[in-house]
């Protein structure tokens, strides 16, 4: 068990680009409150600045002719909840975080605010292991592979923002939304939503844990089908 534990934690750092000087940062960095006393919210404090300065650096320098307010709006998709918890999934981090029982029997190693505050954290960890430098370089390497695939034109526009933009542009009604289906405990809800753009004849249905979030989902789908009509 042990052995498997090193393999990942090593597997991560091996995708991450950074080998741990002294392993018990990673470890704590690793530990969400739900499981003890010293646990991973200073370091989250900390990783959270740090990544805001890296990626307003990155994305200055590889977006040379954008403006400040295009900048504040890409960084701050970039270093949002959603974009940090997906890095998170697909670095396998959610099986490295030590959870209390309640938490590991919720499915807390999923839940996007825990993977996203404990990338911060690491994050804080690497800084506090060696330098900015490295963190910085952690930085990069999550993040160069997304910025290489991103349009400029709709560079950190969320889809709501993008449909409606687009069907003012051309003069045409805004789309309707509307909530389908809500399950689940208050505290545990999934919302399904409908996003109908009538001129194009288009009803796209988007899910997510909050109404907002399954508006954004139809509303990537019904931008996605205008812009191939």
Known sequence: ???????????????????????????????????????????????????????????????????????????ANLVNQRTLSQLALTLNLGELIR????????????????LADTLEAVLGAIYLDSS???AEQVVTTLYLPMLQNLNSVTLGKDPKTLLQEFLQAHKLALPEYSVVTTIGEAHQQKFKVACVVSKFNIRTLGEGASRRSAEQAAAKQAYEQIILV
Do not use: W
């Open 132 to 134: 900015f430098a490295e």
């Open 99 to 114: 959870l209390g029982e309640g938490e590991l029997k919720s499915g807390g190693c999923r839940r996007p605010s825990i």
């Open 1 to 75: 068990m042990q052995i498997n534990k090193k393999m990942r934690q090593a597997e991560f750092c091996r995708k991450i680009g950074y080998v741990f000087n002294q392993p018990t940062f990673l470890h704590v960095a690793l530990t969400h409150r739900s499981h003890s006393a010293s646990h991973n919210e200073r370091l989250e404090f900390l990783g959270d600045s740090i990544l805001n300065c890296s990626v307003a650096g990155l994305i200055f320098k590889h977006f040379p002719e954008l403006p400040e307010g295009d900048l504040s709006r890409l960084r």
